[in-house]
């Protein structure tokens, strides 16, 4: 009798775990289809504050390299502005389950970005500004396959 209801009750926490675990993945997939742009992106200039604390601002200069979805008028080769946040490593720990901070992007890197539009700040000469739509999801690296026209024509220039 004992052994039956311990097969019971690990039986429903297994279940329950794993409802956890497909809502949370759930989620993350529905920020991401619901960003407003989805654009394959490269960091020109990352401004950390000098100071961190345990959550800190951080805005980044992306090159659009190819527009996968967007619903604003972005085009290949356009610079736009991105706010996103970082956590330092020890917050992170503490944290726990919580949803994942975004890694902080260092100039360079070349990924798909997830993003919502932002209120413009600076003028109207500024660049577009835009904030993460996936939390800790926002940024990914490139996926493997077939890279977009231009990343190749990059490339391909570089490399003669």
Not at 21 to 33: F, S
Not at 66 to 78: I, Y
Not at 84 to 97: D, F, L, N
Request: hydrophobic share 40%; no cysteine.
């Amino acid at each position: 009798m004992f052994q039956v209801h311990s097969i019971r009750i690990a039986t429903v926490a297994v279940i329950a775990g794993l409802s956890v675990l497909w809502g949370n993945a759930q989620a993350e997939q529905d920020l991401k289809a619901g960003a407003a742009a989805q654009l394959e992106v490269r960091v020109l200039e990352a401004q950390v504050p000098p100071v961190q604390e345990e959550r800190y601002d951080v805005l980044y200069r992306m090159e659009v390299i190819s527009v996968l979805r967007s619903t604003s008028p972005l085009k290949p080769g356009d610079t736009i502005d991105v706010r996103s946040y970082a956590m330092s490593p020890e917050a992170m720990e503490r944290s726990g389950m919580e949803p994942k901070a975004p890694a902080l992007l260092a100039p360079g890197w070349l990924g798909v970005a997830y993003l919502n539009p932002a209120p413009r700040s600076g003028g109207p000469e500024a660049p577009p500004q835009f904030a993460i739509a996936a939390e800790g999801d926002s940024f990914e690296d490139i996926p493997p396959g077939p890279p977009s026209l231009r990343w190749t024509e990059e490339v391909e220039v570089r490399t003669e």
